[in-house]
């Protein structure tokens, strides 16, 4: 059963339309067009590297307010997934419980429409947030666009609680899954395994 905790339906609109983009760096830029209106517009991607802060992206929620990453931050390290097909979002549910026992919160990003976001979750019965990218936004300040077709390329990022990059991968998704991967980022021992004694 999908409900309002489980579920985050955004939509990451066209650049200018309306409050939805921050900055590569967090911050809103002012533009004198919109600055009355308080409309935060982005300044053009530069490329998100490993020990980057991520973009600090808005979006809208399934309840019609505008958030931030950061507010998903403020639970724990985040896991993004931009470009996942059907395949790749059943293979993140299937880990879902193994990254929230990590702490990390896993998130999918979709070039699609709020309601077909929606339509993906309530049929696959996902059990983590899936926010619709029907304009490349998001995907396009994290550099996960087709040179070609500017549709959102299949990427991933961990993003610690401090808001930086500790891991990213671009083309194919990682075949061993992400909670190793999530887990030696972040430096973070998976459930049940041991840590050595440290030497003194």
């Known amino acids: 059963m999908v409900t309002a905790s489980t579920l985050l339906l955004a939509a990451a609109l066209a650049l200018g339309n309306e409050p939805g983009v921050a900055s590569g760096h967090g911050a809103p ?26 973009p600090d992206f808005s979006y809208k929620s ?6 931030k990453l950061a507010d ?28 929230l026992d990590l702490g990390v919160i896993p ?3 979709c070039d699609v429409a709020p309601h077909t976001a929606y339509g993906i979750v309530r049929d ?19 550099n996960a666009t087709d040179d070609h077709t500017l549709a959102t390329a299949p990427a991933w990022f961990v993003v610690d609680q401090s808001g930086d990059v500790r891991a990213m991968g671009h083309g194919a998704f990682p075949p061993g899954g992400y ?9 973070v021992p998976l459930p049940n395994e041991v840590r050595p004694a440290s030497k003194r």
């Open 72 to 99: 998903l931050r403020a639970s724990g390290p985040v896991l993004l997934v931009l470009g996942p097909d059907t395949d790749e979002l059943r293979s993140l549910q299937a880990e879902r419980d193994r990254l």
């Open 124 to 142: 696959l019965h996902l059990g983590f947030s899936v926010l619709a990218d029907p304009q490349h936004v998001i995907a396009e300040q994290f």
């Open 107 to 109: 998130v999918a990003i």
């Open 62 to 67: 399934f309840d019609g307010a505008w958030r």
């Open 29 to 54: 830029v002012d533009h004198p067009a919109s600055k009355a209106a308080g409309v935060p517009v982005p300044t053009p991607p530069t490329i998100v590297m490993v020990g980057d802060s991520a």
């Open 179 to 187: 909670t190793t991967l999530a887990s030696r980022a972040l430096g």
